[in-house]
């Protein structure tokens, strides 16, 4: 009988041994940096498009249009993105609106969006600010070959 009793109790301690031992606590920390949690948190909608004034770079020139009030770029985690001409629709031809993947360098605070288009085309944002409700990118608009210059967009959510 205290044969039976100490092999329960043995049987006992091992199961629970066992049971604890095999339980689910193998969730690895999310190791995502935070910058690309809050590129990737909602969209953006735009909220202004600035360029230098001509003859005083020290300030800058609103050239966004009313059109541009409600357009949006979409940034998924998995790498895609989606730059939409919402409901009131703008000139596509001087803005790049385009869908395709994305990239962020860490060490350059830069997103590069490469459009699905054939031929693809690359544009590459110097990320000033991003933050839960503001992101403000700076890049060199090349559409006119003979008039580039800095163009800086304002997101908010």
């Not at 031992?21 to 690309?36: F, G, H, W």
């Not at 609103?62 to 001409?85: N, P």
């Not at 085309?121 to 990118?137: F, R």
Request: with cysteine; net charge positive; proline share 4%.
């Amino acid at each position: 009988m205290k044969m039976k009793v100490l092999s329960a109790l043995a049987m006992v301690v091992l199961g629970s041994g066992l049971f604890f031992a095999c339980s689910k606590n193998d969730e690895q920390p999310d190791t995502t940096p935070a910058v690309i949690v809050k590129l990737t948190k909602s969209n953006w909608k735009i909220n202004s498009i600035t360029r230098p004034k001509l003859g005083s770079p020290a300030g800058d020139s609103v050239i966004s249009k009313a059109c541009t009030s409600d357009d949006l770029i979409q940034v998924s985690i998995q790498g895609t993105y989606v730059f939409s001409d919402s409901t009131s629709k703008c000139d596509s031809t001087v803005f790049p609106y385009s869908k395709g993947s994305w990239k962020y360098d860490l060490t350059k605070d830069s997103l590069q969006l490469t459009t699905a288009t054939t031929p693809a085309k690359n544009y590459k944002w110097k990320v000033l600010t991003l933050n839960d409700s503001v992101m403000k990118v700076q890049y060199i608009d090349s559409t006119v070959l003979t008039d580039k210059f800095t163009k800086t967009i304002s997101f908010k959510h």
